[in-house]
T-cell receptor
Framework: GNSVTQMEGPVTLSEEAFLTINCTYT??????LFWYVQYPGEGLQLLLK?????DKGSNKGFEATYRKETTSFHLEKGSVQVSDSAVYFC????????????????FGQGTILTVHP | DTEVTQTPKHLVMGMTNKKSLKCEQH?????MYWYKQKAKKPPELMFV???????INESVPSRFSPECPNSSLLNLHLHALQPEDSALYLC???????????????FGPGTRLLVL
């Protein structure tokens, strides 16, 4: 079945530092890829997405590029803020008929990001 | 507008109680989902409704009973829960369950459930 592997956290950065959270995946076919963010005590918010190879998703200064050759979708931000402190989940949607991952969103384990002033 | 609403925000129940969680969306989405999330873990899929019909049940115990009365509403009926069922229950919806580009799931804020 499909799987997503995220870099282990927690990640602690100072404000204005550069952020990278690595995400690699295993999937059959051509999945859609997502980054979700979960702020303390809240549900998940869609941060960005990409539906085909070489697509770049971007939102709120965050970016991620769908790299089929390396099966990766790393999240980056040039200058983090304290308000970016949250848990970040990489996810893929498996839509190839058959197999146990059909029609499901598969999440990575999540990366806790803490940004200090 | 990509809002999914859930009520209640918090729920405390005993093991013999019956309660229900409610989820609502008015975006015209045709797929709705229930997830369970334990602290510091990713959400785990429980049920998927596609065009108001149950399409995926991830072998969830029968003490959880989903219901989709119409295309905007999704309920989760709870009965005889165990303390280990305490978690954040998240509802999500997507425009379509499978079509590329329409499968993006939008999540509600969740109901935090405590079973005593």
């Amino acid at each position: 079945g499909n799987s997503v592997t995220q870099m282990e956290g927690p990640v602690t950065l100072s404000e204005e530092a550069f952020l990278t959270i690595n995400c690699t995946y295993t999937a059959t076919g051509y999945p859609s890829l997502f980054w979700y963010v979960q702020y303390p005590g809240e549900g998940l918010q869609l941060l960005l997405k990409a539906t085909k190879a070489d697509d770049k998703g971007s939102n709120k200064g965050f970016e991620a590029t769908y790299r089929k050759e390396t099966t990766s979708f790393h999240l980056e931000k040039g200058s983090v803020q304290v308000s970016d402190s949250a848990v970040y989940f990489c996810a893929l949607f498996g839509a190839n008929a058959g197999g146990t991952s059909y029609g499901k969103l598969t999440f990575g384990q999540g990366t806790i990001l803490t940004v200090h002033p | 507008d990509t809002e999914v609403t859930q009520t209640p925000k918090h729920l405390v129940m005993g093991m013999t109680n019956k309660k229900s969680l409610k989820c609502e969306q008015h975006m015209g989405h045709r797929a709705m989902y229930w997830y369970k999330q334990k602290a510091k873990k990713p959400p785990e899929l429980m049920f998927v409704y596609s065009y108001e019909k149950l399409s995926i049940n991830e072998s969830v115990p029968s003490r959880f009973s989903p219901e989709c009365p119409n295309s905007s509403l999704l309920n989760l009926h709870l009965h005889a829960l165990q303390p280990e069922d305490s978690a954040l229950y998240l509802c999500a919806s997507s425009p379509h369950p499978l079509d590329r580009g329409l499968e993006t799931q939008y999540f509600g804020p969740g109901t935090r459930l405590l079973v005593l």
